[in-house]
């Protein structure tokens, strides 16, 4: 199978069952976000114990790309600590923006996202639900001062 194909039935796989997608009460929500661009929506919710993010949950109303990446996103921190959580979620965008470059390993499946970076208007349909992570870490975990 080439790449591309491959790449298309990991992102068509997320979108047509989300990992970790759920109907949030909004009492829970912690980020809120839209991509007015093309019309996606995120609300996220997420818990975290001993340091851990040990919960994300998240609805994504929007196109297939937005809706694998949550996915993706969610799957991928999930059980990480909230400062690797961090890292990732700065790596990836990074990688987005074609700032940095991520090796196969690091990537996994997320590479089935890379191809977006050549179409710029699309990009911000990827990070959506990797911002709202952010958000919510800044409110689960704010920095030490
Ligand atoms: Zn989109």
Redesign the pocket.
């Known amino acids: 199978m080439e790449m591309e194909e491959l790449y298309q039935e990991i992102l068509l796989d997320h979108f047509k069952h989300p990992r970790n997608a759920a109907v949030l009460d909004p009492s829970e929500v912690l980020a809120d976000e839209e991509?007015p661009l093309?019309g996606?929506h995120i609300r996220l919710a997420a818990r975290v114990a001993d340091g851990i993010l040990q919960d994300i949950r998240h609805e994504t109303r929007?196109?297939a790309?937005?809706v694998a990446s949550a996915s993706m996103m969610s799957e991928r921190l999930r059980g990480l600590s909230t400062e690797e959580a961090g890292r990732r979620i700065a790596d990836f965008l990074a990688f987005m923006r074609g700032e940095k470059e991520l090796s196969e390993s690091e990537l996994g499946d997320l590479a089935a996202l890379g191809g977006v970076r050549k179409f710029p208007l699309?990009i911000k349909?990827v990070t959506l639900g990797w911002h709202a992570m952010e958000k919510a870490l800044a409110k689960l975990a704010p920095p030490p001062r």
């Open positions: 991509n093309c996606d929007g196109c790309i937005s699309r349909c």
